[in-house]
């Protein structure tokens, strides 16, 4: 019966231990994924903004030879991130491929010019430079229109603005809610070994004395979990970098250290601040208060 109540209760330590660590390596890895956002604000910003599409529509009799000589003036533009030529003959196969139908064989005819799409730098993506960049294009002989969308520029630059301030504030959120949710789950922890605190301070044994072992196991607790959460979000980034290596990648060095060293500070801070507050809550309770 002893050896029974003895692997009971070490099985529900291990259980207890199993449970806080998993729970905080959850909560820590969401603040790892938002403090990786949140750092990569600009990043996301730039991003969105150097995918936007510009085109530069080309004469139908232009030669390739000098659409090509253009492509290579706008490459080596200040503003500039890259450009792509377009002929008659692929403008037609990819307006072919979207219709789902052959138009050609309706008009006998291509009635599509030649263009130059060119992806800008994040800074030159606003209607303001745009604007110049037009005029400038305009009055290249090789030149007939230059085509973007100034509502879709101005709604892409007033929603990145949005969007980091939604980021800023969801993370500051769910940084309350992580808290909260450790803070619950170490409570409880606490709560179950209260009669033990109780105990040992009954027979004489300082509150120092008594709060070491609980302070000890809060920081591997929080360690253990802050490497766990490090570890998923490494993975998740793994994972996804392929689709969003501009965006997120295993590379970021400074930046993923940076995102490491925050996680298990917070990890380690927040079981180490509740534990010892927790632990001298039950320490300053009578005896006969330890029931409710």
């Not at 400038?136 to 929603?159: F, G």
């Not at 980021?167 to 606490?190: D, H």
């Not at 209260?194 to 027979?203: G, N, S, W, Y």
Request: net charge neutral.
């Amino acid at each position: 019966m002893a050896n029974d109540s003895t692997q009971r209760a070490v099985w529900r330590m291990r259980s207890s231990f199993i449970s806080s660590v998993i729970s905080t390596t959850f909560v820590l890895y969401a603040l790892g994924l938002l403090g990786l956002l949140l750092i990569n604000v600009d990043r996301l910003s730039t991003y969105v903004k150097e995918n936007l599409s510009f085109s530069v529509v080309l004469r139908e009799d232009v030669r390739n030879a000098d659409a090509e000589f253009l492509r290579k003036t706008l490459d080596a533009s200040p503003y500039v991130k890259e450009s792509e030529f377009i002929s008659k003959e692929r403008a037609a196969e990819e307006l072919k491929a979207a219709l789902g139908e052959d138009f050609l064989a309706l008009l006998k005819y291509n009635p599509l010019s030649p263009s130059i799409e060119l992806k800008l730098h994040a800074e030159w993506t606003n209607n303001d430079s745009l604007q110049a960049i037009s005029a400038a294009l305009i009055n290249a002989p090789q030149v007939t229109e230059v085509h973007y969308e100034p509502d879709l520029v101005d709604l892409v630059n007033t929603n990145v603005h949005k969007l980091s301030g939604l980021i800023l504030a969801f993370s500051l959120v769910m940084s309350f809610i992580a808290l909260v949710l450790i803070n619950n789950t170490i409570r409880i922890s606490i709560y179950a070994r209260r009669f033990i605190i109780k105990t040992m301070q009954l027979v004489g044994a300082t509150a120092a004395f008594i709060q070491r072992p609980f302070l000890l196991r809060a920081v591997r607790h929080g360690f253990y979990s802050a490497l766990l959460a490090v570890a998923l979000l490494l993975l998740s980034i793994w994972l996804v970098q392929d689709d969003f290596y501009a965006l997120v990648n295993l590379r970021q060095y400074g930046v993923l250290a940076l995102v490491s060293i925050f996680v298990l500070l917070v990890g380690v801070a927040i079981n180490l601040a509740t534990t010892y507050f927790a632990v001298g809550k039950y320490l300053r309770l009578a005896e006969g208060d330890l029931y409710y």
